[in-house]
């Protein structure tokens, strides 16, 4: 079984701080998926990444795939309220496995 | 919009009783999945469909059967429910199978008592 490790699990800061989210694995990937989920709902995807050092930015969130294909981070830049939730990475192996989970708090 | 839907949302059991947990996509989706999420254990794949007629297990299947008939449903069934079946269950399609983009359902909460 792969194993994806996300760290932190619990983060809850101010708005407008930075922050890193890290999804770790001794194992390979051909591909990371970074979800984000609301309470009630179900995981939304937010981006892939494919290739080793890889770099991907959707306005405040930067996504990064190591380059040796076994980890990733979430960079998200001046936090606001409407980031909270809880953000899981999943990584495409033998099956799609998922870590579990860091839950994000951006207080107001 | 339909999308991916889950039905019930809720549902209590006692330990020993039968249900099936409903799931039914509108997107033509080849690829189904279903998961259970535990606090600080993410998501973990139960079964899954590549196609109508064909299922395969997932990461933690026992307990658990399924079948898919039709390329719209996939039903998950619980024969005999237990109380570390208790979770909350999450059915998801995608077109480009488990690498692709999924689409989850809301998701039904089951306790089991």
């Known amino acids: 079984t792969q194993l994806l490790e996300q760290s932190p699990q619990f983060l809850s800061i101010q708005e407008g701080e930075n922050l890193t989210v890290y999804c770790n694995s001794s194992?390979?990937?051909?591909?990371l998926q970074w979800y984000r989920q609301e309470p009630g709902e179900g995981p939304v995807l937010l981006v892939t990444?494919?290739?080793?050092?890889e770099v991907k930015k959707l306005k405040r969130l930067t996504f990064q795939f190591g380059d040796a294909r076994k980890d990733s981070s979430l960079h998200i830049t001046a936090a606001q309220p409407g980031d909270t939730g809880l953000y899981l990475c999943?990584?495409?192996?033998?099956?799609?496995?998922f870590g579990g989970g860091t839950r994000l708090m951006v207080k107001p | 919009n339909a999308g991916v839907t889950q039905t019930p949302k809720f549902q209590v059991l006692k330990t020993g009783q039968s249900m099936t947990l409903q799931c039914a996509q509108d997107?033509?989706?080849?690829?189904m999945s279903w998961y259970r999420q535990d606090p600080g254990m993410g998501l973990r794949l139960i079964h899954y469909?590549?196609?109508?007629?064909?299922?395969d297990q997932g990461e933690v299947p026992n307990g658990y059967n399924v079948s898919r008939s039709t390329t719209e449903d996939f039903p998950l069934r619980l024969l005999s429910a237990a109380p570390s079946q208790t979770s909350v269950y999450f059915c998801?399609?995608?077109?480009?199978?488990?690498?692709?983009?999924?689409?989850f359902g809301e998701g039904s909460r089951l306790t089991v008592l």
């Open positions: 998801a399609s995608s077109l480009g199978g488990e690498a692709g983009e999924l689409f």
């Open positions: 990444v494919v290739t080793g050092g």
């Open positions: 469909s590549v196609g109508a007629g064909i299922t």
């Open positions: 999943a990584g495409t192996g033998n099956m799609l496995t």
């Open positions: 997107m033509n989706h080849e690829y």
């Open positions: 194992s390979v990937f051909s591909s």
